[in-house]
């Protein structure tokens, strides 16, 4: 994907649904040169507003759709601009469940105009079979007590640290909004099924032995939706290193009532039990919880206590960095 | 798919490449009318070898692709016999990777005849993801320590003995042969990844208290290419029963040198800490072991031990029946 970016905000109001257009401006603020709202849109990710014209002048180079209301759909009210940012030369992706290129009207202004449209959650590549064959290069997975529990900020700020050490670490995209900050990965939920751990294993292929990879966790082995994608996610990982990942206030899986959130020392367990397949050194580096909705005290307890628990570092990225767990990898 | 069949074995000379057809032959004779060679075939499922005017005078409804070879693709070989089969006014179903209807000649004298083609393997349906709500009725899941040890044959084996004593019961095919076999079912390998728990929980839907899904699994947990299927599949099928099915002839994960086989206990072990996500009451009912490399005393004496060790009956399908377990289960 060609940068600068220019995100599309639509008429959002709940900032829960604009997380891509909001991680990308946190993550790769050097890549957001501005943002597009429609009328009674009110989420301001402090970007300059342009219209389209303006964002061609400023030099911006792709539309991304950086919002994912419920259903993943393209709305009426986006079309129009997104037809007037092909005419006038920006390229346009977007993560939705509904593909730019089944939308017969986008696809063919697309093609008139030579313009590329990028549906980064549903990739047409097709991938081969899992092999579990060990690859050199040392990776660091997150993984989660359940889903979004921060696992994608927690990787990029595994990855700010290490970078920050002179450590040689890539982070690797697994979802729509990961794959737009690092401009590349595999949204490895999307893959057909037979093919998981063969995707996961093309995301991070042999590299240097002192070559990090810092793999973007999706799901949950404790969510009935989605362990499937985290199994398979796991076994192609070949993960040296877990972080596990929490949510402080949490007190059931994500939007499921009846399931409750699983026990860290059971969850660890279970993890370790799937990862060692592939890597029978596998370990957990330590914890990164999610503590905003506790007091400065309260979270400073909470994370004490786990590592007294444990006898591993515990972080949040937000409150405290991630520092304590790189100590703990060896740089 | 319209029965009765007219099975395809091109010049296929191996017998695990027709293991589709011989399927289908040794589990519904009733639907199976004759079988259709090429020049070189010599696979022989002891049908009437009939040409394309003989089957429809037969009243054959649909020639079924029961040969896939390495690759799964439709050999130009094939292409004319499936052409003449449309034009004569059979429907035709395949399983492969290369979907009927992606090839341009035969969708179009399909379309033009008016004919049906079914891709079993690649289904455009679409589901939802998964919600691990409890559903009413009874379901056993086959398990098995590696791909290809048995598990279709297992569960169609006890879903025959269930019926032979009047239990209300039916076999969920979640496998391209075993589609063709129950005439339904789901490939749960081809669903998206996001989406296989939530296939699953379509394959068996909610039933009398007293009725019993017999669900074929797919992959194994201790196989680093598939298990994200068969932990989705588990997670979905919510089973209330776990059948263990091996062959005693193994001493590696299929295609997988470096891949030991997992001990049995271990193995129990994993598939149960998965499988209580979503049925806290899950438990084993038996072991399915294929013993036909065995002899009669060795298989006896294995089949012995492993009931000793473990108190659960354990059978060979094919040697012994699976009446044992059918007996463990209560009826």
Redesign the interface.
């Known amino acids: 994907m060609k940068q600068p970016y220019l995100l599309f905000l639509g008429s959002e109001k709940v900032i829960e649904n604009a997380k891509t257009a909001a991680g990308i401006a946190y993550w790769r603020p050097e890549a957001c040169k501005g943002q597009f709202r429609l009328e009674g849109g009110t989420i301001d990710l402090g970007l300059p507003d342009l219209d389209l014209d303006e964002a061609v002048a400023a030099g911006i180079k792709t539309l991304v759709i950086g919002i994912a209301p419920f259903g993943g759909k393209i709305e009426a009210s986006w079309v129009s601009v997104i037809l007037t940012a092909l005419e006038k030369g920006l390229d346009v992706a977007a993560g939705l469940h509904d593909r730019l290129q089944d939308h017969p009207e986008i696809s063919q202004i697309a093609k008139t105009h030579g313009r590329t449209l990028y549906d980064i959650r549903k990739s047409d590549k097709k991938f081969d079979?899992?092999?579990?064959?060990k690859r050199t290069g040392m990776r660091l997975l997150t993984v989660g007590t359940d889903c979004a529990v921060g696992k994608k900020y927690a990787s990029l700020a595994i990855e700010k640290e290490m970078k920050s050490r002179g450590v040689n670490a890539d982070y690797r995209a697994t979802g729509q909004t990961g794959i737009f900050i690092a401009g590349t990965g595999i949204s490895?939920?999307?893959?057909?099924?037979?093919f998981?751990?063969?995707a996961a294993e093309t995301l991070s292929p042999a590299n240097d032995a002192d070559h990090w990879d810092i793999i973007e966790g999706q799901g949950s082995l404790?969510h009935?939706?989605?362990?499937?994608?985290?199994?398979?996610?796991m076994?192609?990982s070949q993960s040296d290193k877990l972080v596990l990942c929490h949510n402080a206030s949490l007190t059931h899986m994500d939007g499921?009532p009846?399931?409750p959130i699983v026990d860290f020392g059971a969850c660890m367990d279970?993890y370790l039990?799937?990862a060692r397949?592939?890597n029978r050194n596998v370990e957990f580096a330590g914890f990164c919880i999610n503590t905003s909705k506790l007091s400065e005290r309260d979270a400073l307890d909470y994370m004490q206590r786990v590592e007294e628990t444990f006898g591993l570092p515990c972080c949040d990225p937000v409150r405290t960095g991630v520092a304590k767990i790189v100590d703990k990898l060896g740089f």
């Open positions: 079979v899992g092999t579990g064959e490895v939920d999307a893959v057909v099924a037979d998981i751990s063969g404790y009935p939706s989605y362990a499937g994608v985290t199994v398979g996610l076994h192609g499921l009846n399931f279970g039990s799937i397949l592939t």
